[in-house]
């Protein structure tokens, strides 16, 4: 039987997280009263790499790689995730080949949505052990991105910079809880959900026009179904 658990896949962060150009967090970005679930993400998409983007509910996902047909038949476990993410998506990307899933949560500030993105993976891509003593030196961590939904066929997804982030820092423009972690002394956000919501209000507040200036953006396109 196949259990959908959260846990940290290492190709799935290499296309947009490679040399640390996204902040962050080891807390979610949101709290409980900002999220908000926006059924026009649920879909087919194509980004303008010609990368693959299904967007599905995580309770219907996590249904259906139970093998059950109502929640009631769920494990304890499995229940406990499908009460905790009722308003989550579960994001399949595909590129090259090479696919991967995250959990996303949609929240809203200031009536501008963000995504809260954290890597998962299910049971089939966990039984690949090649990787397995790198795999448990590693912790999955969450990421913003500005979210807009342009019409019912395209989405702009707009990662926060860690260059930007960094350039705040150095110049004491903004103070948040974090420190500096690994090989490569990445920036990694210790702040709770909460200062980090008081954080993002402030900045949007900011007037840099180039506040949501990235490498990191993906413009997606409505596929047929």
Do not use: C, R
């Given at each position: 039987m196949k259990t959908f658990k959260p846990r940290l896949i290492i190709l799935a962060l290499l296309f947009f997280i490679i040399n640390g150009c996204v902040v962050k967090s080891l807390?979610?970005?949101?709290?409980?009263?900002?999220?908000?679930?926006?059924?026009?993400?649920?879909?087919?998409?194509?980004?303008?790499?010609?990368?693959?983007?299904?967007?599905?509910?995580?309770?219907?996902?996590?249904?259906?790689?139970?093998?059950?047909?109502?929640?009631?038949?769920?494990?304890?476990?499995?229940?406990?995730?499908?009460?905790?993410?009722?308003?989550?998506?579960?994001?399949?990307?595909?590129?090259?080949?090479?696919?991967?899933?995250?959990?996303?949560?949609?929240?809203?500030?200031?009536?501008?949505?963000?995504?809260?993105?954290?890597?998962?993976?299910?049971?089939?891509?966990?039984?690949?052990?090649?990787?397995?003593?790198?795999?448990?030196?590693?912790?999955?961590?969450?990421?913003?991105?500005?979210?807009?939904?342009?019409?019912?066929?395209?989405?702009?997804?707009n990662w926060f910079s860690s260059e930007k982030l960094e350039k705040l820092l150095k110049e004491n423009r903004i103070k948040i809880k974090h420190e500096k972690v690994g090989f490569w002394e990445t920036i990694l956000l210790t702040a709770s959900s909460e200062e980090l919501e008081k954080f993002i209000k402030k900045y949007m507040d900011s007037k840099d026009e180039d506040k949501w200036k990235t490498d990191v953006e993906f413009n997606l396109t409505r596929v047929n179904d």
């Open positions: 807390f979610p970005f949101y709290t409980s009263n900002s999220i908000v679930f926006e059924k026009k993400f649920i879909g087919n998409w194509i980004d303008t790499e010609y990368a693959k983007w299904n967007i599905q509910p995580f309770q219907e996902v996590i249904l259906k790689e139970n093998k059950k047909a109502s929640p009631s038949e769920l494990d304890d476990e499995q229940f406990a995730l499908y009460n905790k993410y009722e308003k989550a998506y579960v994001v399949y990307f595909e590129k090259d080949s090479t696919k991967s899933s995250f959990l996303a949560m949609a929240f809203k500030i200031n009536n501008q949505l963000f995504l809260d993105v954290t890597p998962i993976e299910d049971k089939e891509i966990d039984d690949l052990k090649n990787n397995l003593l790198y795999k448990i030196h590693l912790i999955g961590t969450h990421t913003l991105a500005k979210f807009d939904i342009l019409n019912d066929n395209q989405i702009d997804i």
